[in-house]
């Protein structure tokens, strides 16, 4: 399990409560059963057991763990959103890419048949392959999610409420550079973002936290840590606020 139930409970009570017209799901997947850490020449033991154990080793064991959490965030008057983010699709695309599905027959066949959709779809449109998107696939066609329950974004598909960007994750910076709160605070824009895990205000630019887990739980993640648990709402009127939220899912009096 990835995420804190409290959290995740409470967040959807925030949800409930506040009856926002838009939600957006930043990070959708762990990526953990396809990351791109699992797939380098020099084998990680250790953490391939713990995901092992976990059940992790199945690409489709994670889509199934994660489709149930996406689901438990679908309302009928709330149009929902997943950014493009870097645990998502360009991870899939690493993994269609590198892997080689002979060596794991437990994931061969959705593999295939990934990669059938992926060759497909750049004959079909004659298109880029980033423009392929693999996230609704992998939920609409693999793991039975309602067609356009969630609307997965594309790279630098945009989309504004007012004058706020709310289509970028914040992993992609400027021209080719990797994503900061820094770098994306010059762009000109207001934007609101989520890759960082950290919540902040720079500028025009409101980030929000994380839902997961916090760094002790995770492998890559180690010493003082400014992660924490928040997400940012935007009113009516265009003005944004930061709610946090404690180890306990509350997030007001």
Same mark, same amino acid.
């Given at each position: ?9 409470g967040s959807?009570g925030?949800l409930?409560t506040?009856?926002p017209?838009?939600?957006f799901?930043h990070?959708?997947?762990e ?6 850490h ?7 033991p250790?953490e ?5 154990l976990?059940?992790?080793h199945?690409?489709?064991e994670?889509l ?12 009928p008057?709330c ?14 695309q690493?993994w269609?890419?590198r892997?080689?599905?002979r060596v794991d ?7 295939l ?16 392959p980033?423009n392929?998107?693999l ?5 609409e066609k693999?793991?039975g ?8 974004l594309l790279p630098?598909?945009s989309f ?5 960007e ?6 992609? =910076? @400027?021209?080719g550079s990797?994503? $900061?709160?820094?770098?994306?605070a010059?762009i #000109?824009?207001? !934007?609101?973002?989520?890759? *960082?895990h950290?919540?902040?205000i720079?500028h025009?630019l409101?980030?929000a ?5 916090l760094t002790?739980d995770w492998?890559?993640?180690? =010493? @003082?840590?400014?992660?924490?648990? $928040?997400?940012?709402v935007?009113?009516?009127? #265009?003005?944004? !606020?930061?709610?946090?939220m *404690?180890k306990?899912?509350?997030?007001r009096?």
């Open positions: 399990k990835t995420y804190p139930f409290e959290i995740v409970e959807q925030m409930d506040l009856h017209k838009y939600q799901l990070d959708v997947f990526g953990v059963s396809f990351s791109r699992s797939i380098k020449n020099a084998p990680l250790h391939t057991f713990h995901r092992w976990r059940g992790l199945r690409v489709d994670e199934r763990q994660t489709k149930a959490i996406l689901e438990k965030y679908l309302r008057w149009k929902t959103f997943a950014p493009d983010a870097n645990h998502d699709a360009p991870w899939l690493n269609l890419t892997f080689d599905y027959p437990a994931n061969a066949e959705l593999f048949r990934m990669q059938n959709f992926m060759y497909a779809e750049i004959r079909k449109n004659v298109t880029a980033k392929v998107n996230m609704r696939y992998m939920f693999e793991a999610l309602k067609p356009k329950a969630v609307k997965f630098d598909e504004e409420v007012g004058e706020v709310l289509g970028c994750h914040g992993h992609l =910076g @400027p021209n990797f994503g $900061s709160p820094s770098n994306l010059k #000109g824009k207001k !934007a609101t973002t989520a890759h *960082t950290s919540a902040g720079y025009g409101f980030v936290g994380t839902s997961t887990k002790k492998n890559y993640t180690q =010493g @003082p840590s400014s992660w924490g648990w $928040s997400h940012v935007q009113y009516p009127n #265009g003005q944004r !606020a930061i709610i946090g *404690t306990e899912g509350k997030w009096a």
